[in-house]
């Protein structure tokens, strides 16, 4: 264990971005990958490089579905900094249906904080499939008007364009439609949808843009 840190600690000094990654990552163990990988990146070692990424070296970090759930639990959506958690900091937790859910949803862009997001405009919306059983996003209402005020909240699940908490439109019942945050700068943005199952011959009966160039802008920050 004290290897593996080490070597995560080395490999983030030399890297400009950390991805955490969702997809059933680390086969969903235990009790979902999300709580096993925040575990190991409070890790004193790790939380020490996360900060000078983010504060020194003008990092960025992504987390999607799995690698959302651990930034929300490291802290770093929406505070920005790994951060003991309270009972009033938002969480993910069970969808409304209680079961996993597999679907294609339509995602509304709703700030552009982000520079994950710069190839985006305010408005638009995009296809992503979903695929996941702890895809709820709750706050105390302080923090919701927090996030919205910061421009935090940067996309969101809709219908018809607009943000929606209607099932199945919103697959979760996430408050506020809330489907990714974004720490204070937007230099860490996690959100629930699979922005990255995106390439040629995939989902051809579903018409919709599935590509919002997350990747391509994360990689012209530094250019």
């Known amino acids: 264990i004290e290897e593996s840190v080490r070597a995560i600690a080395a490999a983030i000094s030399r890297a400009n971005i950390i991805a955490f990654p969702g997809g059933f990552s ?12 925040a575990t190991t990146f409070r890790n004193p070692l790790i939380a020490e490089r996360i900060a000078e990424l983010l504060e020194v070296r003008d990092g960025l970090i992504l987390g999607i579905c799995n690698g ?29 249906i209680s079961r996993h859910v597999s679907t294609i949803v339509d995602i509304r862009v709703a700030s552009l904080l982000s520079p994950w997001l710069s190839a985006c405009k305010v408005g638009e919306v995009y296809k ?20 919205r005020a910061g421009g935090q909240i940067a996309t969101q699940y809709a219908r018809a364009g607009e943000p929606t908490m209607r099932s199945p439109y919103n697959p979760n019942g996430s408050m506020w439609g809330i489907e990714g945050i974004t720490s204070p700068d937007g230099r860490v943005f996690g959100k629930m949808g699979h922005a990255e199952r995106t390439g040629d011959n995939l ?8 590509d919002m160039k997350i990747f391509e802008s994360g990689v012209g920050y530094f250019g």
């Open 26 to 37: 680390g086969g969903d163990e235990p009790d979902g990958s999300g709580k096993f990988i």
């Open 128 to 147: 992503a499939p979903v695929s996941h059983g702890e895809g709820k996003f709750v706050a105390p209402a302080e923090a919701l008007e927090k996030m």
């Open 68 to 96: 959302f759930q651990a930034l929300v639990k490291l802290g770093l959506v929406p505070y920005g900094r790994v951060t003991e958690l309270t009972e009033k900091s938002p969480t993910l937790t069970f969808n409304n």
């Open 203 to 210: 989902y051809k009966n579903i018409d919709g843009d599935f």
